[in-house]
């Protein structure tokens, strides 16, 4: 995802051209030992999302009544609040990744958005004091595994959230 946002970057294509995450919704094959849950789902989009990727096919449906639900939950963020972000061609960004803690940061007109996805397979945390431009006033507007606790966002297991700052 990083290679094809950079190269779009340098060709000036990057507000013209979009990359796709295409997250797995399949599993209990002889690849895939088993389907991945509903927040291991969300951990793929957002990755994908937080690495430059601006639209979210899943690979493949039917797929299971868990997926579907995390996915119509991170639908409903994209369409409400998200995408007044991501997709504003003034938003700054920031990517931070420490300790397979992925968090990108998008700010516009004084309001911040932040997203982080969690790797591990144990909950883990991260600082807000590493992401810029975040303010007092705070609310949480994606929900899959994670929360706001001090100066940290805490992330459950494969958790994911997203906040807004300002």
């Known amino acids: 995802m990083d290679e094809f946002a950079d190269r779009l970057f340098d060709l000036g294509w ?7 995450a295409v997250p797995q919704a399949f599993g209990d ?26 639209g ?14 995390s996915a119509s939950a991170l639908a409903k963020a994209m369409s409400t609040t998200l995408k007044g972000f991501i997709l504003d061609p003034n938003a700054t960004f920031q990517l931070i990744t420490q300790n397979r803690v992925h968090v990108g940061v998008w700010t516009v007109s004084g309001r911040t958005l932040v997203l982080a996805t969690n790797l591990n397979y144990n909950e883990t945390r991260f600082s807000l004091e590493s992401v ?35």
Do not use: C, M
């Open 56 to 69: 979210i096919v899943p690979w493949n449906d039917p797929t299971t009544p868990d997926i579907k639900a």
């Open 14 to 20: 990057d507000r013209t051209k979009a990359v796709w």
């Open 29 to 54: 094959d002889t690849y895939w030992t088993r389907k991945p849950t509903g927040k291991e789902w969300v951990v793929q989009s957002l990755l994908g999302v937080i690495h430059g990727g601006l």
């Open 132 to 166: 810029h431009g975040s303010g007092s006033r705070i609310s949480q507007v994606f929900d899959s595994g994670a929360k706001i606790q001090g100066k940290d966002v805490i992330l459950e297991s494969v958790g994911s959230g997203g906040f807004v700052f300002g």
